[in-house]
């Protein structure tokens, strides 16, 4: 081990120790989103012609996050692997992706994880799908930490399904809009997002160095504290994640007052 990775182990352990040692009052969070950005950018940095060695790369590190989260005591993790806008990219491009995704989704449930899909499935390539809805139906019943993998995943597009499916399924106990509205609230739009019985996030992670959500769980983020992280996705370590929530804990959590 050298100088610097010395020195970051024992900086990992004082953070850990501030955040549950013995004395601790930290508050941990309970639902932590990651969007898990930098894959292409961290190959390319590296002299890789295959970007989607850094998408493998990426996949490698959720295992790792997972742990971490854990060992902290976070109960839902949701991560972004493909947005609506993803899908239109280039089919060379976007294949590979897929795949290593599916990979990834496979993986996640040899190693005995929950794991919750979530997006516009209908979206998808078939097979792509079916490897994601087979993985919910596998892992449905396991106790113990809940992986949301979105996938196909927008903001604005789970805004709108809600609706759509709020409007479906009132219509189909013979309601008129009338109706709807008289009883409409943010209650029953939360109940047809994807995340329907989910705790709302409460520590947003983002890599690569973007300041931005760019549509992630934009209804259930209303509340959440917000972590950027300079690192791409790929070399973010569990250092960093401590220090996220290291920043959570410090925060004064007013709920838009």
Known sequence: MGVRDLVYKLYERRLERKLSGPGSTAQIPRHVGVIVDGNRRWARAMGLRDVNRGHQKGADKISELLGWCREAGVEYVTLWLLSTDNLSRDQAELQPLLQVIEGLVRDLVEQ????????????????????LKDAKEATSHRPGLI???????GGRREIADAVRSLLQEHASK?????????????????????TRGLPDPDLVIRTSGELRLSGFLLWQSAHSEFYFCEAY???????????ALRSYAARHRRYGS
């Open 233 to 243: 996705w790929p070399d973010f370590r569990r250092v960093d994640f401590l220090r």
């Open 112 to 131: 005995g994880w929950h794991v919750n899909p979530m997006g516009s499935l209908d979206l998808l390539p078939d097979h792509t799908a079916r490897v």
């Open 174 to 194: 013979g309601a008129s809009i009338e109706d709807l509205v008289e009883v409409l609230d943010v209650e029953h739009i939360a109940e047809h997002l994807y």
């Open 147 to 153: 992986v949301n993998v979105a996938v196909g995943y």
